[in-house]
């Protein structure tokens, strides 16, 4: 039966080839705008370390004065810690690891011949960082606690930084030029670029950055290195406001490894005690409760790295999709009872109303097939064109297997949902009256 | 002309017609807003930055290392470029240029008692004080921007001073800004209070954007000021004509080098100064593309639909029109039918529109940093809903005009 109201769909689509051709451009346009951004949203909200992301916490404290008004556009002083917070949270070891960190970009001298100084993006951080978000090595490892408590000049290069400095991977030993210093190299690590750059200062490209180089948190406050991200500071007295080690500025991220609630739990009371205690002592001056432990996706919730712009595209062209459906539905009704003289025969003949139903649902679900399938080809051009945009997600706007699958089903339920309401008008037709008129 | 008729034959088909006419009210209230959007966008894009864009171009130097001399360097740098074929004049900046994105902003008040009053309040709001963005720079800076200066004079070799650490005396201003901190007054002569410094106006350019954009109304608060840049790295921009803006950068890139080469000069961050702006606006560019792009696309489907049913009811009516025909109705008549019949069914799709137009405004403006739609839209709007509707028809509406009167006598 199937295959009958399958032939009969396809010689009722062939008899107005004109009009079929777009029914099924106007599904694929609207499927294929919608499933772009939805692809684009999809890939920003995506989990950037699926294995550990569900153990991973970071902890906010509030050492903002109490008369201290965050002005419009700048982002929160109270999103990043202080020196002294960070190095505390670090000394306490509440949890099974955890590691402070801030951005930095310094000049990177070659040392090989022939190849280009570059500016190069990396990571001022300490020990722990690499078993706290498992960053793969290719050669070498990390560096010590001890390293950290020194200031040891080490460096963990990324292999793709190794390359454009040394011409090679397997630098582990050498001496690498970073700003005005050199750093023996400890270990090299492969391609690791979780996106987006959920550990990062809300003031960087979040997309786009890969970390090329880590080095000691301790040596950029000792030689105090340029920091790319926000440094916000609040006190009148200028030195306490602008020195790395100072209590009124914030400018380092921290995240802690929990792996149970008990263990959660246990973080979320040691970050209010310690909020006490800093008021205690006359430091934090807001109420200890405005300490925060915030998991990796909620963070990532919390700051909302989805541009604007993003979400109007996506209603625009959903919106869009939604007029294409009305559009679609309004030409099957009116092809649908326009074809009542052959439907009240079939009925007539003995035909179910269920019969006439399914066939009807058939036909719609054809054009949905043919639809999805040029909306999936539209949804990949419009990709390719938003990787082509400037934008900081551009390199990250791919289709994975399940949305393309997704797109699928998202075009062939539209068009059977748009054929439902024509085919079920449609099969009410009485099969005596219509017999009767012709 | 009989609209009873119509209505009492569209009641026939009345679930086609109710479509038809929520499908034109969707359109009518998303186009109208994406028309609204684009136009915002074009604004925001087209803004002046009060400098000659197309004659400038710049190349960002940074010196391996910080231990050398940035004057000696800057002067050497300064007289290589100034001396190739084609350089009208030359300056360096630190990072400051109009849509440059590098911003360097100050609190400045107009006298010292609402500088106390900023001070104790930890913020410039609510109080005669501004944050203007401050453009440092080396001798004839206005001149190389080709910046308008409509009062005072351009800063003379002794205003200068050398590096962040110190401030100016002196200072040209914007006019915004001049308006913004002495209202009613003659800026020329003024002080400014910058934290302990003060700092005198001595002139007034007519415009000059900020590295950055926030709100209409606060960006064109800037300051130029006799500071000399002294770190390693550095911004230079060359006038030109615009044809030879490519050359020089090419050339400016390899005399720098062969001048000092123990420094980077990334072929990156050297530019004519129309593509940084370009850059600036990409996001916007893009949006309004997308928007254009929406909006056609719409009524391109909306057309398609109007054409579409029409198309159906003339084949469904043919029988109906030529017993008209054959009773003595005209050609005209018949396309007056059809093209009417669209115009009632196009109308109450407008009406409808307008409504959703102002209710899908009213959310984005809740959401988005969007503005009240202003009336004049609608009629614009209403007038090329009616236009297109037509257009749609008039093809199946002159195929059923053209029906025969013989048609009535035949079965089927």
């Known amino acids: 039966m199937f295959a009958y109201y399958m032939e009969l769909a396809l010689r009722s689509l062939k008899r107005n080839p004109v009009l079929t051709a777009l029914m099924v451009l106007a599904i694929g346009l609207g499927i294929g705008a919608s499933m772009t951004m939805i692809t684009v949203l999809h890939v920003m909200t995506n989990d950037p370390l699926p294995e550990r992301s569900a153990h991973l916490y970071t902890p906010h404290l509030d050492p903002l004065p109490l008369d201290y008004t965050h002005g419009g556009n700048g982002p929160d002083p109270a999103d990043n810690l202080t020196w002294p917070d960070a190095m505390s949270l670090l000394r306490a070891h509440r949890g099974v690891r955890q590691a402070a960190m801030a951005g930095g970009t310094l000049l990177a001298l070659p040392v090989q011949s022939g190849l280009q100084a570059l500016y190069a993006a990396g990571r001022y951080t300490t020990a722990d960082f690499f078993a706290l978000f498992g960053v793969p090595f290719e050669y070498g490892a990390g560096w010590s606690a001890e390293d950290d408590a020194a200031g040891a000049h080490v460096v963990v290069l990324s292999d793709e930084l190794a390359r454009k400095l040394f011409g090679r991977a397997d630098v582990v030993g050498r001496t690498a030029r970073l700003g005005e210093l050199d750093y023996r190299v400890v270990g090299v690590v492969s391609r690791w670029d979780p996106a987006p750059q959920f550990y990062a200062d809300s003031t960087g490209s979040q997309f786009s950055d890969i970390d090329t180089f880590f080095l000691p948190l301790s040596v950029a406050v000792n030689e105090d290195l340029p920091v790319s991200g926000n440094e916000s500071g609040w006190s009148d007295d200028e030195k306490a406001g602008s020195s790395k080690r100072g209590a009124a500025m914030s400018w380092l991220q921290f995240w802690v490894q929990l792996d149970t609630p008990a263990q959660v739990a246990d973080y979320r009371r040691y970050l209010v005690n310690y909020s006490a205690q800093q008021k205690a002592l006359g430091r934090f001056q807001r109420p200890p409760t405005e300490a925060a432990l915030f998991g990796l996706m909620d963070w990532l919730a919390h700051r909302n790295l989805v541009p604007n712009d993003v979400h109007l595209q996506l209603w625009l062209a959903l919106g869009f999709l939604f007029v294409c459906m009305v559009n679609i539905v309004a030409l099957l009704l009116a092809k649908f009872l326009r074809r009542s003289g052959e439907i009240s025969v079939r009925r007539a003949l003995g035909a179910r109303r269920r019969d006439i139903f399914v066939q009807l649902g058939v036909e719609s679900a054809l054009i949905g097939v043919a639809g999805g399938t040029l909306g999936l080809a539209i949804a990949q051009l419009g990709l390719w064109s938003v990787r082509h945009r400037p934008d900081d997600y551009a390199r990250i706007a791919q289709m994975d297997p399940s949305m393309l699958a997704g797109t699928f089903v998202l075009a062939v339920l539209a068009s059977v949902l748009a054929g439902l309401l024509p085919a079920w008008r449609a099969c009410r037709v009485a099969p005596a009256l219509q017999l009767k008129a012709s | ?412």
């Open chain 2, 1 to 412: 002309m009989q609209i009873l008729p119509i209505l009492s034959s569209l009641r026939r088909h009345r679930l086609t017609a109710v479509l038809l006419v929520l499908q034109v009210a969707f359109t009518c209230a998303i186009v109208c807003n994406v028309v609204f959007l684009v136009a915002q966008r074009v604004q925001r894009v087209s803004v002046a930055t009060g400098i000659a864009e197309n004659e400038l171009s710049v190349i960002h130097s940074s010196g391996y290392t910080a231990r050398e001399n940035a004057q000696a360097r800057h002067a050497t740098d300064l007289a290589v470029l100034r001396a190739m074929s084609g350089v009208r004049s030359v300056a360096a900046v630190s990072w400051s240029l109009p849509l440059s994105q590098s911003d360097d902003s100050y609190g400045v008040c107009p006298d010292d008692a609402s500088r106390k009053q900023a001070m104790a309040r930890r913020s410039a709001d609510g109080t005669s004080c501004v944050q203007p963005s401050m453009y440092d720079g080396t001798e004839g800076l206005i001149g190389t921007l080709g910046l308008r200066l409509i009062a005072g004079r351009d800063f003379t070799s002794d205003d200068y001073v050398v590096g962040s650490a110190h401030k100016p005396a002196v200072a040209v201003i914007t006019r915004a800004l001049a308006q913004r901190l002495y209202p009613g007054k003659d800026p020329l002569g003024q002080s400014m209070y910058l934290g302990d410094a003060v700092i005198r106006v001595v002139g007034v350019v007519d415009t000059l954007l900020r590295p950055n954009l926030r709100t209409p109304a606060v960006d064109g608060y800037s300051v130029v000021w006799p500071q000399k840049p002294d770190g390693r790295t550095v911004t230079y921009v060359l006038r030109s004509a615009p044809q030879d803006r490519a050359r020089l950068l090419r050339e400016g890139r390899q005399a720098l080098l062969a001048a000092s080469p123990n420094r980077l000069v990334n072929p990156d961050r050297m530019e004519p100064y129309t593509d940084m702006r370009a850059r600036f606006f990409q996001r916007d560019t893009t949006m309004i593309g997308l928007l254009v792009a929406a909006g056609l696309g719409l009524l391109f489907v909306t057309a398609l639909g109007i054409a579409g049913l029409a198309n159906f009811w003339v084949q469904q009516r043919t029988r109906s029109i030529g017993i008209r025909r054959a009773i003595g109705a005209t050609r005209g008549d018949i396309l007056r039918y059809f093209q009417t019949e669209n115009f009632l069914i196009v109308g109450a799709g407008i009406v409808l529109g307008m409504a959703l137009a102002f209710g899908l405004n009213a959310v984005l403006m809740t959401h988005y940093e969007v503005s009240r739609l202003p009336l004049f839209y609608l009629p614009i709007g209403a007038l090329a809903l009616w236009l297109l509707g037509q257009l749609a028809v008039l093809g199946p509406a002159l195929r059923a005009s053209a029906v025969p009167p013989v048609v009535a006598t035949r079965s089927v």
